[in-house]
């Protein structure tokens, strides 16, 4: 079987935020249809699993290795250490357990970069806001099993506003995107 609408990941996405893209893409209002038809656990994007199932979803548009470079799993001999987008990173600097946004990412381009789930980021270098884990209407943390990147569960648009960043913020977002 394969999705009527087909993609790859982006080089700054995770593959969270790339099944999530998926899903929206295809008119699913979650997530969980596409891991399912995939053969994928929960625990997808953080340990490492077959990818195969995905990859056919798509076509093969996204090869296996694409979408293993994508995923945040451990950096194989590099103890306490995780990928991100093919890098490795301290496992400690990464924030998976939650999801967060630029709210204008998200209203502008529908997409999720991999820069947001490191720890010490909290600003958006291209919009000068800040990151955001909760949606403004219920108040939820966000995770990645929501209707869309800009979607909140409660149906609540997560792509409006934002507050202004700190420079401080926004130097140490900079410089992070610069080494990615
Ligand atoms: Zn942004
Ligand atoms: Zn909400």
Redesign the pocket.
């Known amino acids: 079987m394969r999705l009527a609408v087909r993609s790859a990941p982006k080089a700054d996405e995770t593959l969270h935020a790339f099944v999530l893209r998926l899903a929206t893409a295809n008119g699913h209002d979650h997530p969980g249809w596409i891991l399912a038809a995939a053969g994928l656990g929960s625990t997808f994007a953080t340990a490492p699993c077959d990818l195969a199932g995905l990859s056919g979803l798509t076509g093969g548009l996204a090869t296996v290795d694409a979408l293993a470079r994508a995923a945040c799993w451990d950096a194989r001999g590099r103890e306490g250490r995780m990928l991100l987008s093919g890098k490795p990173v301290a496992a400690s600097a990464l924030a998976l357990a939650h999801a967060r946004i630029c709210p204008a990412c998200v209203d502008a381009v529908g997409t999720v970069r991999a820069l947001w789930d490191l720890r010490c980021v909290s600003a958006c270098p291209d919009h000068d806001v800040r990151l955001t884990d ?7 943390r966000l995770g990645w099993m929501r209707p869309g990147p800009g979607i ?5 648009p ?1 792509g409006s506003g934002g507050e202004t960043a700190d420079p401080g913020a926004l130097s140490v977002a900079r410089a992070a995107s610069w080494g990615g």
């Open positions: 909760r949606c403004p209407r219920c108040g939820r909140c569960p409660c149906g609540a997560l």
